[in-house]
């Protein structure tokens, strides 16, 4: 059974001029947890390891480089999912942490939970001895300059129907050398969000999925449709009866048509084949082919 590695930074109308360093965000995710995944690492560890990259660069909605809600703070969601026996863990609405996906997992793995928000969440990474960061750590001149861009707006919405806002949600998913799939998704949310707001990426089903038996996926767009139509479970279900890239066609039909939203997914079926669609302008990603070699795109 082939091992796979897919992950995407996020789909919207990305600004040309960010194309390259969404290209390199993805490209170094790929180029650093494919060998460690063909080195015998579990496809749940490759996913956490890949979103932990994304969660570092700047450039992505994630970690490091988040949108700031409605108050100036940044609160981070963040979901992983272990296909062999559908276990997840999940954090909303966490701050001062550099990589959410990693409390979402301490919870999977630690406690008899599966998602913990706000306080709760933090007290658990203190409780665990995560590192806690000055909240000046994850922010970046470019964030702080669009809060205070939109910040007075009257007009502004953090999302439109034809114009998608942007929407840099990271995720992975992967197939290792035992044939289990995992995903994982991490986001800032939405530019403006009220404080306290929750999004699709850590609602299972919806953010990310993965189902040994039937496939994976790690969505990004915006949330409030996503979550509708729990597109990420929607694509896996699909899975089952029509080819990966069929079912992810489907799902973004199902968010257009049923959730009249927009937004991207990444998938793996359990045959290992690799899945992706979107209905934005553009969606980064990038995937490690059949010949080991990294193939990335935006468009
Ligand atoms: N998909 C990210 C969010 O809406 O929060």
């Known amino acids: 059974m082939p091992i796979r590695l897919i992950v995407h930074g996020g789909a919207w109308s990305i600004p040309d001029e960010m194309d390259t360093a969404h290209l390199q965000g993805v490209q170094k995710a790929l180029e650093e947890v494919y060998p460690a995944l063909q080195s015998g690492i579990s496809a749940l560890e490759a996913v956490e390891r890949a979103v932990n990259i994304l969660e570092e660069d700047p450039t992505f909605d994630a970690g490091r480089g988040a949108f700031l809600n409605d108050q100036g703070e940044i609160e981070l969601d963040a979901i992983i999912m ?31 939970h599966s998602m913990l928000v706000g306080k709760g969440a933090q007290a658990f990474a203190q409780f665990i001895g995560m590192e806690e960061l000055d909240p000046r750590a994850l922010l970046t001149d470019r964030e702080l300059a669009y809060y205070h861009q939109i910040k007075e707006d009257p007009h502004f919405k953090s999302h439109h129907p034809f114009e998608p806002f942007p929407s840099d949600t990271v995720g992975a998913v992967a197939m290792d050398g035992k044939e289990n799939i995992a995903a994982a998704t991490s986001t800032g949310g939405t530019p403006r969000k009220m404080a306290g707001r929750v999004g699709d990426s850590p609602i299972v089903g919806a953010g990310a999925y993965a189902d040994n038996e039937t496939g994976a996926v790690s969505t990004t767009g915006w949330g409030e449709s996503i979550m509708k139509v729990l597109l990420a479970k929607t694509v896996c279900d699909r899975m089952e009866r029509t080819s990966a890239l069929e079912a992810a066609k489907f799902g973004i039909q199902v968010l257009r048509e049923k959730g009249k939203g927009y937004g991207g997914l990444i998938g793996i079926n359990a ?25 990335r795109r935006i468009r």
């Open 82 to 112: 272990d296909g062999r026996d559908l276990s997840f863990g999940a954090v909303a609405a966490v701050q001062n942490l550099l990589h959410p996906v990693s409390l979402a997992r301490e919870i999977m793995t630690k406690t008899d």
């Open 271 to 295: 045959q290992g084949d690799y899945a992706f669609a979107y209905n934005t302008e553009k969606m980064a990603w990038g995937w490690v082919d059949e010949k080991g070699t990294i193939q």
